[in-house]
């Protein structure tokens, strides 16, 4: 009988068990917002001859998927300041990208990539243009305030080029 017992006993606890760690799992599943603002510094020679430095913000949300690693979409804004060698004037650059950050140590430092579009919007000419757009950089997060240095670029018509990215500002995590 009371082996009996035992197995009737088995099915409710292993469903309890299981329904435990899914909500366990489920748990573990992080959703948070940044902002940062954005200094940019051109690299290459006609990116770099075109532009003095860019300032700009961004913005986005990170979505949990298996521990330390995150889903992120991001939208941004940059004002690149022309040179005095660029008749065009200043260049307007909005992202929209879709990317991952994964976190290396403990959920401090991470590393991360992103690709998506950039609309470009020369200010003295009428010319605008969506471009490929994606970036790769490292970061440190010391609980809500978040430091990141990337590598940026957009590939496609003129103007294309590169730059690096110093970005500070929050994460919040939800």
Known sequence: MMLHIGKKAIVPLVIILL??????????????????GV????NGSS??????????????????????????????FTDFVHSSANPNGNLTYVPIKVGIR???????????????????KQNKID????????DLGVGVKLAAF???????????????????ALKAGFNFGL
Request: hydrophobic share 40%.
């Open 19 to 36: 329904s435990g760690s899914l909500n366990t799992a489920h748990a573990q599943r992080l959703v948070f917002l940044f902002a940062h």
């Open 39 to 42: 200094y940019s510094i051109p």
């Open 47 to 76: 990116f770099k001859n075109a532009y003095n430095f860019g300032a700009g913000g961004e913005a986005g949300i990170g979505v949990g998927l298996l521990g330390k690693t995150f889903i992120t979409g991001t939208i941004g």
């Open 102 to 120: 994964h976190y290396l140590f403990a959920r401090i430092l991470y590393i991360h990539g992103d690709i998506g579009a950039g609309n470009t």
């Open 127 to 134: 010319y605008s243009a969506t471009k490929v757009a994606g």
């Open 146 to 164: 978040e430091l990141q240095a990337d590598y940026e670029g957009l590939i496609g018509n003129n103007p294309s080029g590169s730059w690096f």
